[in-house]
């Protein structure tokens, strides 16, 4: 076949293609054919009329033949399927009102979804915009189990690197750390930016092709004295104005000069929100990090053909072969995750149950429509009774009416998609999301698929029910010219049930959503009240890195923390103030150590694997600064601080739980497991703090004078007496005075940190909150329009009822004894389903049983009593019946 | 298409078996419409008599599968131009399973209806 012909019959499927030729050639073809039997009939001996007669009769019906042979072109399905939209559309504007209302519910609807899909989207099902992301993998390689040495703690984890770098089921092992730095560049004042530090293979594993220059690891890896850093694209714009002339130039990275060696494409943003990524290996120096963390998170790429589990077992045998003789059995340590769910983590179950939520919102939504267009049943009854007469089949009328409702849906979902456009921006904006997730936040194409298969979706399960049940009655139906008012005569108690079981379904589905909601806000309530364990109000803090030659000694960075704390408790409306090494929900500088204690034998240190408690290095009056209440004991005094000090310790209450359950802790020791330190004297006891969130269980805690561990990365905790950022600038002016090069991070109150703590709940929880919302008017209006077709159903009945005697409140009783009925079994049936899907929300709960009994009570009868002052008004209507009138029209 | 012997008996033939036929008149050579329902009419001694006018709806359905390909032709010695339907390899290919398809309905009815035969 030639190129020529192959494309004519690919056209030729095409209905439109060459149609008027088409047509004539069949035309001629059946001519031919008249003209051939007619001449047979002749040479029979007939007549040239009568011949032609029966040559017409041996074909058949000639236009028939044509329509039947036009179907099998495809005409006929597209000439239908046009007619029936432009008539949809005559249709729908015509009854703007109705049209208005439908479109703008499934708007909502598919607005809504829209708009959640897109988080999905790029948060569940492409949270990483890197080469085959499925393939990377994270993993933390636990602290080799070796006596710790000295301050500073080494990276004891990179004992294992050897090891690792030799894994099959792995390639590319990168560790990566990160942490805010002073950058300098010689020009203004030092700045705080995001750092991290890469091992090499960062490049190979990414694929990273520097947008200039070239990337560090790609000739000398791994030594410890090249000082070569990567910029950001931002950072590079915002400094450099994108200039290439960046490239010699020298940086200081806390008080170290490093070299510019490239700038990473604009894309890149890994770790999230670096802005310079610097060789790892460089412990020796340990003055861009303190060096307390014992391992760095490391991440890879499964080697091809490996799995998972390949990976983890293999990890897991080193471990087993790097552990130092004498370390007693014990479960593995590492852990290994794909990056994705990692990175996705926490994220997904909110995302998931957002997700579901707007999927019912659009159910509901749907029937809200087919309760609409089953409303317009009776106005398009004698017009369907009407095409059925002239021969229409009933699979044409619900294929017209299903065109009227797919034109609805279209245009609600081309509205829909405007208003998920903004609901995406919003999310975007609003959303407590890490960069590199919200990022994926946008309206692609799958976003539009989805939402045009939503748009379809919608269209069929809001349109097929009502079409069947208008063309069912339609069908052999009487056509009553004289009476176009309701189909009065013509009810059938199907539709009436099937409306009502709509109604109850969407009373259901919204009850089941506004019990999840209620659960949500009950636990969001019951986090915001919460203790904390410290006093949030009047808290101001600020983060400060000492680098550089000047603070190489220990007692160089306590003279600092001194002067600064001196000076800042002068300052006029402080009350009081503290280093540490980290404040609470801070999120930073947190470490967990194991730790051997005395036990009931004076002098013998219990060392239990994994007994860990959170150790925090602070100064004296930082617990008075947090307003963390002391127990028992006394609080650290100044001279515990002082170089050389007498190492003593206090801790908290669940640390008390821990090592001495029971007993009074005054006077025993303890000390970090495996040191060879001197043991700290614990002199008193304080509260527990929730360190991590204040959902999380606060951990045991072990605080130890800044002289015992002189940090050198430490937050400044302020108590004052009025608005604490007021003295913002104050506090600044006193880092200045004691040290101009030195930079502070921005200030953040604790209220703040409380608040950014919150966020996730919070967002999750108005967001489920504004759905719920929705779904219930839906549900609702769902409910009034099933009780207002039953009142003008029953307007006959109604007067019959009030001629006879019936009082006006007894007819609006009985209207809102249905729709108590329906909304009652509605909350019953939702009830039940929040019942089976409770638990799935958990993992979402804090301090409320997935069981509440307040959201399981307040939730129905919440939305039964909207559901019954909405359907006051039928009720209303039926009680204003004029018996008159109503008989009168029959 | 019917059995013109008793308006009684008039059964409706599956769907398909008039394409079957069309095809396997298509086998003897290329023909036109009229062509064929003669054919059809006259092999089957007027038994069934092709309505002539639902050869057609038929014949452009086997020509949009591809089973068969046509083209105006002027007949040997004619004055006029036909259209004439030929087989395509797929409509032979098509035709073989069509009829070993018949051929199993015929002998497993057959084997029902007259179960003596079987012996």
């Avoid at chain 1, 049209?99 to 897109?118: D, W």
């Avoid at chain 1, 408790?569 to 801070?586: H, I, Y």
């Avoid at chain 2, 009829?99 to 057959?110: D, E, N, T």
């Amino acid at each position: 076949m030639g190129v020529r012909r192959r494309l004519e019959s690919w056209l030729a499927w095409f209905p439109w293609y060459r149609r008027h030729a088409r047509e004539a050639e069949l035309k001629r073809e059946i001519q031919a054919h008249l003209d051939l039997e007619a001449e047979e009939q002749k040479a029979a001996g007939l007549s040239p009329d009568d011949a032609a007669h029966a040559a017409h009769r041996t074909l058949g019906n000639e236009l028939r033949i044509q329509e039947d042979v036009r179907e099998v072109w495809g005409f006929r399905w597209v000439e239908m399927l046009l007619r029936d939209l432009g008539y949809g559309l005559r249709m729908l504007r015509r009854s703007p009102g109705f049209t208005a209302v439908a479109v703008g519910i499934l708007a909502l609807g598919i607005g809504a979804n829209a708009s959640l899909f897109s988080v999905v989207n790029g948060v569940l099902l492409n949270p990483l915009p890197f080469p085959h992301p499925s393939r990377l993998v994270v993993f933390m390689l636990p602290p080799m189990r070796q006596p710790i040495s000295g301050p500073g703690y080494t990276l004891l984890g990179w004992k294992w690197l050897p090891w690792v770098n030799h894994a099959h089921a792995i390639e590319f092992p990168t560790a990566y750390q990160t942490g805010t730095v002073n950058f300098s560049d010689g020009r203004g004042l030092p700045e705080r930016i995001h750092v991290a530090e890469v091992s090499r293979n960062f490049a190979s594993l990414f694929n990273i092709s520097p947008r200039l220059g070239r990337f560090f690891n790609e000739d000398r890896a791994g030594n410890g004295d090249n000082h070569l850093a990567e910029i950001s694209c931002g950072l590079w714009r915002e400094r450099y104005a994108a200039s290439p002339a960046v490239l010699p130039k020298t940086i200081q990275l806390a008080a170290q000069p490093y070299t510019i060696a490239g700038v990473l494409p604009c894309d890149f943003d890994f770790p999230s929100g670096t802005q310079v990524w610097i060789p790892f290996p460089m412990r020796e120096s340990a003055e861009v990090f303190t060096g307390m963390e014992f391992s760095a998170p490391q991440i890879a790429r499964l080697a091809p053909g490996a799995s998972l589990a390949q990976a983890r077992a293999e990890l897991q045998a080193i471990e087993q072969a790097t552990a130092p003789p004498g370390t007693p059995p014990s479960a593995s340590l590492v852990e290994l995750e794909s990056l994705r769910s990692q990175v996705v983590g926490s994220t997904r179950g909110p995302v998931l149950l957002l997700m579901a939520a707007v999927g019912l919102v659009l159910l509901i939504a749907c029937a809200d429509v087919s309760h609409l267009l089953l409303a317009r049943g009776p106005s398009r009854f004698q017009e369907m009774a009407l095409r059925s007469a002239l021969g229409a089949t009933r699979g044409r009328l619900v294929r017209q009416l299903l065109t009227e409702c797919l034109l609805v849906s279209a245009a609600g979902g081309g509205l829909g998609l405007l208003l998920g456009w903004q609901g995406i921006a919003l999310e975007r904006a609003l959303a407590p999301l890490p960069a590199v997730l919200s990022r994926g936040i946008t309206l692609d194409a799958s976003v539009l698929g989805f939402s045009l298969a939503v748009t379809i979706a919608t269209a069929m399960l809001s349109g097929i029910p009502p079409a069947l049940a208008v063309s069912r009655l339609a069908v052999g139906g009487a056509i009553r010219l004289d009476s176009p008012g309701p189909l009065a005569g013509n009810r059938s108690p199907s539709a009436g049930r099937f409306r009502d079981l709509l109604g109850v379904t969407e009373i259901a589905l919204a009850c089941l959503l506004a019990t999840g909601t209620l659960l949500l806000v009950h636990s969001f309530w019951k986090l915001v009240h919460v203790d904390p364990g410290f006093d949030s109000a009047h808290v101001l803090t600020t983060e400060v890195a000492l680098a550089g030659p000047e603070y190489q000694k220990p007692e160089q960075r306590l003279a600092f923390y001194r002067n600064v704390l001196s000076r800042t408790r002068a300052l006029p409306g402080v009350r009081q103030a503290g280093f540490a090494s980290a404040v609470p929900l801070g999120g930073q500088g947190l470490i967990e150590l194991a730790f051997a204690w005395e036990g009931e034998s004076p002098g013998a240190l219990h060392s239990l694997e994994r007994s860990g408690a959170m150790f925090l290095p602070c100064s004296s009056g930082y617990f008075r600064a947090l307003g963390i209440p002391l127990v028992a004991g006394r609080d650290f005094r100044s001279l515990d601080n002082a170089f050389g000090a007498r190492p003593v310790a206090i801790v908290s209450r669940s640390a008390v739980q821990k090592f001495w359950p029971g007993k009074n802790p005054i006077g025993r020791r303890l000390r970090i497991a495996y040191s060879k330190g001197t043991p700290y004297e614990v002199v008193g006891v304080v509260g527990d703090v929730r360190q991590f969130g204040l959902s999380q269980k606060s951990p045991a805690a072990v605080y130890v004078p800044l002289s015992q561990e002189p940090i050198d990365d430490a937050v400044l905790v302020v108590r004052t007496a009025g608005d604490p950022l007021a003295t913002a600038s104050a506090v600044r002016e006193v880092f200045k005075q004691v040290d101009p090069g030195e930079a502070v991070s921005t200030f953040e109150t604790m209220r703040q940190l409380i608040s950014l703590s919150l966020a996730q709940p919070r967002f999750r929880t108005i967001l489920l909150g504004l759905f719920a919302g929705l779904a219930v008017v839906l549900a609702v209006l769902g409910v009034f329009s099933v009780m207002s077709h039953s009142v003008s159903e029953r307007v006959r009945e109604i007067g019959i009822r009030m001629a006879l005697g019936a009082e006006p409140r007894e007819i609006s009783g009985m209207v809102l004894q249905k729709a108590a009925w329906l909304s009652g079994i509605g909350a019953v049936l939702g009830l039940a389903g929040a019942f089976a899907l409770s638990r799935l929300l958990v993992s979402l709960l804090y301090g409320v049983s997935p069981l509440d009994p307040v959201s399981f009570i307040l939730a129905p009868v919440l939305l039964a009593a909207v559901a019954l002052a909405a359907c006051y008004v039928p009720a209303r209507r039926a009680m204003r019946v004029d018996p008159m009138t109503a008989l009168r029209n029959e | 298409m019917t059995l013109q012997e008793d308006s009684k008996s008039r059964i409706e033939l599956m769907q398909g078996t008039l394409d079957m036929l069309v095809l396997r008149t298509l086998v003897l050579g290329p023909a036109h419409g009229h062509e064929i329902a003669k054919h059809i009419q006259r092999t089957t001694d007027d038994v069934l008599q092709v309505e002539h006018g639902s050869l057609y709806p038929a014949l452009h359905r086997l020509e949009r599968k591809g089973w068969v390909a046509s083209k105006w032709e002027m007949p040997k010695g004619g004055k006029r131009e036909f259209k004439y339907y030929r087989l395509t390899p797929a409509g032979k290919k098509q035709l073989t399973a069509e009829h070993s398809k018949w051929r199993r309905l015929v002998a497993s009815i057959g084997r029902v209806m007259e179960p003596a035969r079987e012996g």
